[in-house]
């Protein structure tokens, strides 16, 4: 609903979020970044590449398949990639089953 009222009120040309003269400037990302952080109460330390790896691992996470994920962060090789397998795996064994919470005896 958000995304529909911003593209109707600001009406981008090229790119879904443009400054006045075209793409964001890098410097101009960590400003709003920053604020973003500020504003949600976020305590870790969030930067572009941050927003990329968790963009990364959800899709992964999510089934979407590793060549595609390769595909869009625009990776060479595919073992640049199957690093999100990893930290995807690690949060997959993390997960506890709902029974190992249940006190038996």
Known sequence: KDLRY?????????????????????????????????????????????LRHSFATHLLEDGTDLRYIQVLLGHNSSQTTEIYTHVANQQLRSIKSPFDSINLR
Do not use: M
Not at 12 to 40: H, M
């Open 6 to 50: 911003y593209y109707k009120v600001y009406k981008p040309k090229d790119y879904l979020f443009e400054g006045n003269k075209g793409p964001y400037s890098p410097s101009s990302v960590l400003r709003i970044l920053k604020i973003a952080v500020e504003k949600g109460g976020i305590k870790k330390k969030v930067t572009p590449h941050t």
